[in-house]
């Protein structure tokens, strides 16, 4: 499975982003996929994720009601939706795919494909 991620750039504080990710080379209607981000300096951490059929999302308490996660089966792409950003969301967002669903949804280690990541800037 390749992830293909795209869509970071530099944003004002407040601005939108959407970034989106692209996967090939598997069954991706089967996968539950995530977003996680990393600042510099700092750990990986959960953004959000989405359940394969798109029913069920689940997001970091520091970006609930202001990020969206959405997933379009048919084009094998997940989308997140980024609005009024802030500096502290600067970090490289990845993408990745979790091929068995397991428990935690949180967690780096249930997911098995990653994406390379796209870098988002938000200037205050």
């Known amino acids: 499975v390749q992830l293909q991620a795209s869509g970071g750039g530099l944003v004002q504080a407040g601005g939108s982003l959407r970034l989106s990710c692209v996967a090939s080379?598997?069954?991706?209607?089967?996968?539950?996929m995530g977003w996680f981000r990393q600042a510099p300096g700092k750990e990986r951490e959960f953004v959000t994720a989405?359940?394969?059929?798109?029913?069920?999302?689940y997001y970091a308490d520091s970006v609930k009601g202001r990020f969206t996660i959405s997933r379009d089966n048919a084009k094998n792409t997940v989308s997140l939706q980024m609005n009024s950003l802030k500096p502290e969301d600067t970090a490289v967002y990845y993408c990745?795919?979790?091929?068995?669903?397991?428990?935690?949804?949180?967690?780096?280690?249930?997911?098995?494909?990653w994406g390379q990541g796209t870098l988002v800037t938000v200037s205050s």
């Open positions: 989405i359940t394969s059929s798109g029913g069920s999302t």
């Open positions: 990745a795919a979790d091929t068995y669903a397991g428990p935690d949804v949180t967690m780096i280690y249930e997911y098995d494909y």
């Open positions: 080379g598997g069954t991706f209607r089967r996968y539950r």
